[in-house]
C-alpha cells in the first residue's frame, strides 16, 4: 500500500486477564528507523514490544510489517529479533555458538555461521573472545554477543528490552553509542524500550511516551523535550518543578496575574493550546535564574515585568552541590522548586526565580486545583 510504514501497529488492545495494558495504541515505524519506547514502569512499553515481536497476541487491532499482516503469525514467522535486559545467554555454550545459535536452528551451513560468527565478532569487538562462555566475560561484553545474536539473523526489525539497564554507568555510556552507530551504519529498523530518557533522546530518531497503555506523545527527541503536549510529558522530560498561576490568554499573549508569590507578566502564547484562567506553570531545574534579593524588593508587583519571562518569588531552603552547579531547593508559597546555579545562595536568602518563556511549560490546571511537585517520573 503506497505511503504504509515499513511497521505498523494499528489500534491494539493488549490485556492479561481483566485487565487492559495496551488500549487502542497504535505506532508506525519506517525502515531503517530507531525508535524508542518511554515511559514509567507499567506504562505498557514491554508488552507492545513483545506484542509485535508475537509473544503476546492482541485481543483487537492489526499488526503489519512490509505490507503483510502478522498479527497471528508466530514469532518465528516474523524475522525479528529480540535482545533482553538479561543478555538471555546460552551459558554452556561458547561466544560462537551463542551468536551462531538463530542460524544453526535455521539450519545454515556450517561454513556460513562460521563466516558470519566471525564477521558479527568482528564488528562487535568480540573477537578473540570467540571460544569463551558466558561466565568468563563482562557484563557489556555478554551484551554484546546477544545483540550479536540478533544481528547474525540479519532481522528485518531489532526488538531492544532495556538492554542496557543491567550493565554500569560507564558501560551503559559506551554502548549507548555503540548501539546507536551500529544501527546507523546498517540501517537497522529498531525499537527501543526504556524508562531512562536520556539513553532514548541520545540513541533515537523518535520517542514514543506511553502513559497507562496509551501514546502520550509521539516525535523527535528535540519536539518532546522542548515542546511536551500535556504536563505528564513535560513532567517525564524533566520539568518536575510546578506551580498554580491565575490568568487569560489573550490573542497571541498570555496575561499572568500578579499572585502572592509571582509578578505579573506577558509571555508570548507560542501555540499554547490554554482555556482556562488557572493555569500549572512547569520548568526544569536549570531553566530558571537565580538573583538574591532585599526583603524589601522581594515584593510581587502587579505590573508587569519585563516581556517573556516568569518571575517568582521564594526563599532559599537548601543548597547542595551535585557536580557541575550548586542546586537550591526553593520555597514558593508552600511550593518546593529546585533550582540549579553557577554560585551557592545561602540558605533563609530570599531570591526572585527567572524562568523565560522558552522554558516555561504552561498548561490548564487540573480539575481539582493541584499544584503539588509531581515526583512520579522515572529516571
Known sequence: MAGAA??????????YGGGTVLDRLSLKVERGEFVALLGSSGCGKTTLLR???????????Q?????????????????MAMVFQSYALWPHMSVAQNIGYGLK??????EAIAARVGEIAAMLGLTGLEARKPGQLSGGQRQRVALGRALAVEPDVLLLDEPLSNLDARVRLSLRHEIRALQKRLAITAIHVTHDREEAMV???RIVILDSGRTAQDGTPEEVYNRPRSAFVAAFMGAENV????????????????GPHNNAAAIARNGRALTSGSFQARFRAEAASLSPVLPSAAIPSSATTGEDALELLGTVRQTSYPGGCWRHVVAVGETEVSVDAARPVEPGTSVILSVPSAALFLFDAPQDGAAAVSHAVAA
Open 6 to 15: 515499513f511497521l505498523s501497529a494499528s489500534d491494539i488492545t493488549v490485556g
Open 51 to 61: 506484542t509485535i515481536a508475537g509473544f503476546n497476541r492482541p485481543r483487537s487491532g
Open 63 to 79: 499488526i503489519s510489517l512490509a505490507g503483510r499482516d502478522i498479527t497471528t503469525a508466530s514469532p518465528d514467522r516474523r524475522n
Open 105 to 110: 536452528l535455521r539450519k545454515t551451513p556450517r
Open 203 to 205: 540513541m533515537a530518531d
Open 243 to 258: 506551580v498554580a498561576l491565575k490568568g487569560a490568554a489573550d490573542g497571541e499573549r498570555i496575561a499572568i496575574a500578579a
